[in-house]
């Protein structure tokens, strides 16, 4: 089992490019989440997804959109990246059957100059 | 609202001293109670959870935590720092919503220790 993968691990934007994130957990997890990660923050929940087909927002959400594409993937999309979205980005998963514990990924760094 | 709060962002520890790191709560209902560790460059692991019973719970590498409902604190404790166990380390409080829990997390306590 590889858990949680996130591709890429870094990535180095201007203002204005687009990118998407890549997840894929391999747990049959049906619950999905993107966190961003700041100094001084601790992690704050960008959107969420209970199952497929279904996404909801989370607490900072301006700026991003997210795509349930089956079960295993998740992915989140910067249409048009700012400085203020430098940040590590970290997906996790989630089953009820596993006492809400979430599994996270390993990160992706992210830089907008 | 659920908030969690880690009052030291920083502690610096000597090898084979003790360890208690803090966390205080903010919520309605019983919680269901998180510790994550994050090494460097890695992603969050859990290093223990409470969900009732038992107030004292053990978790992996040798730590435990004690939640404290009078005092709405759930801080993580080890009897003795090794090198490897710096980190910075995140408490959390789980939120339901919708039949699936959220994470409300703590800034984090970043973990040095001194040999």
């Known amino acids: 089992n590889a858990g949680v993968t996130q591709t890429p691990k870094f990535q180095v934007l201007k203002t204005g490019q687009s990118m998407t994130l890549q997840c894929a957990q391999d747990m049959n997890h049906n619950s999905m989440y993107w966190y961003r990660q700041d100094p001084g923050m601790g992690l704050r929940l960008i959107y969420y997804s209970a199952s497929e087909g279904t996404t909801d927002k989370g607490e900072v959400p301006n700026g991003y959109n997210v795509s349930r594409l089956n079960k295993r993937e998740f992915s989140l999309r910067l249409e048009s990246a700012a400085p203020s979205q430098t940040s590590v980005y970290f997906c996790a998963s989630s089953d009820p059957d596993q006492a809400y514990e979430q599994y996270f990924g390993p990160g992706t760094r992210l830089t907008v100059t | 609202a659920q908030s969690v709060t880690q009052p030291d962002i920083h502690i610096t520890v000597s090898e084979g001293a003790s360890l208690e790191l803090r966390c205080n709560y903010s919520?309605?209902?019983?919680?269901?109670l998180f510790w994550y560790v994050q090494s460097p460059g890695q992603g969050l692991q859990l290093l223990l959870k409470?969900?009732?019973?038992?107030?004292l719970v053990q978790g992996i590498k040798g730590f435990e935590a004690e939640f404290k409902r009078s005092q709405s604190s759930f801080n993580l404790r080890k009897p003795s720092v090794h090198w490897s166990d710096a980190a910075e380390y995140f408490c959390?409080?789980?939120?339901?919503?919708?039949?699936?829990?959220?994470?409300?997390f703590g800034a984090g306590t970043r973990l040095a220790v001194h040999p």
């Open positions: 959390a409080v789980a939120r339901f919503s919708g039949g699936y829990n959220k994470l409300i």
């Open positions: 919520y309605g209902a019983t919680p269901y």
């Open positions: 409470y969900f009732s019973g038992d107030t």
